[in-house]
């Protein structure tokens, strides 16, 4: 990203903090807080395509193509969106926090347990086959639609239609509703 601060382009690059189980010493798997991109591979550049000279991105080595549209112009992310995007980091710093669904989802359970004793199911996780058409209903991809990949017991892939290709993106089970 400094290779195109250098340029006088303001470059972004969402991240998501989430919980990932990795390998310790001794083949433990543990859970530890990852930061990651939120699109792996991509960034978003802010330029004046008649001022900037962004045809200058074409020559660095950090870059290995940009999203054209008709008329090889740079595809054109609305500033409202990206505003959004940096809006909904934690504490103002711009990661999201993936780990909040789920430990929304664990709290829930646990009140619904307190309010009707152990015996009652403790998670009620909507049913997602996949190729169904599923609408996100909150994290950093609420009120987009998207299609079910593959589905474990808490998290669905989908293919989702972002930049102008589809896109894979994993959430929470809990976050999707079954169109």
Known sequence: MLEISRLGLRPYCPLVMQQRKLRQPGGKREPRDVIE?????YLFVQFDRHRDRWRALFNLES???LMMGAGEVPISVPD?????LRAQGRLGDGVWD???AAERHRSEARARQEAHGARVPVTYL???EPGQ???ITSGPFADLHGIARMATHRRITLLLDMF????EVQVERSEVQAL
């Open 37 to 41: 991109p939120l699109f792996p591979r």
């Open 126 to 128: 909507p049913a997602v």
């Open 80 to 84: 409202r969106a990206i505003a959004y």
């Open 133 to 135: 058409r599923v609408k």
């Open 98 to 100: 993936d780990r909040t």
């Open 164 to 167: 102008g290709a589809p896109q």
């Open 63 to 65: 870059v290995d193509w």
